[in-house]
């Protein structure tokens, strides 16, 4: 799977932050780990697409995300609004996050793949 492919299942139905036609040669670590489920067939991204975005569901995972994916997230650092020391209310996370925040909420994966996909 090539990352044009997870553009189609996670960055254009789900990152306000992706720019089509613009060059990025990194990944966030939240599209990493959901593209490995995909490939690892964990996940199929034809179910996910149809999910429905709402703040609660990354509320909700936020601090199981942020252990397994945002801290080791090169993003993190530097570029990521969501996780700088004093995010506005309403920045959402990247597509990679809120795609794995879907999965937990729907019960299709739980901690224990995040561990062992990080
Ligand atoms: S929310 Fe930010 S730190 Fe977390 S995976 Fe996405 S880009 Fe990386």
Known sequence: MTKKDFKNYICRPFCVFFKE?????MACRGAQIAEFLVNHKQVNPEKIIKF???????????AMLEKHVCLRCSFKAE?????????????E?????????????????DESVLEKAA
Not at 79 to 91: E, L, M, T
Not at 94 to 108: M, W
């Open 52 to 62: 429905i975005k709402d703040p609660k569901i990354w509320e909700n995972q936020k």
């Open 93 to 109: 996370p990247c597509g990679g996050f809120i795609f794995l925040a879907c999965l937990i909420e729907k019960n299709i994966i």
């Open 79 to 91: 570029d990521c609004d969501f996780q700088s020391s004093a995010p506005s209310r309403d920045v």
């Open 21 to 25: 036609g613009e060059k990025e040669e």
